[in-house]
């Protein structure tokens, strides 16, 4: 992740949550406000209720791998939160990876202008 940074600031995630544009796919959430940066910051969110902490650094590591590997989709200068549905648990790459696609051809601050 070349032009990327981790949130790790509970008011940051909290006002992507609030203020933040988001589209949901089947495995994922996605939210993103712009944030006047010339890089983008990722947030990653996976609940404990989720599953264990085997499984949810598995998806985290999912969610990191689609994010790098489509990063220049990706407007720059944005603030980017992924949270994990029940759905990811058991869900595979490729799963993942057309779930965080879906979302960000729904979400218009997020996609990159052509």
Sequence with gaps: MKNT???KEN???RRLYHRGV???GRHL???CRKNRLGYNRL???VS???AGAVQRSRI???FREAYRLHEDEFAVG???VLVARSRAVGATYLEIEKSLLRALQENKVAAARS
């Design 5 to 7: 940074i981790s949130l």
């Design 22 to 24: 988001s589209s949901a």
């Design 29 to 31: 959430v996605l939210y």
């Design 78 to 80: 944005v603030d980017l």
């Design 43 to 45: 947030g990653l969110t």
């Design 48 to 50: 404990a209720k989720l």
């Design 60 to 62: 985290k590591r999912l």
């Design 11 to 13: 008011h940051e995630f």
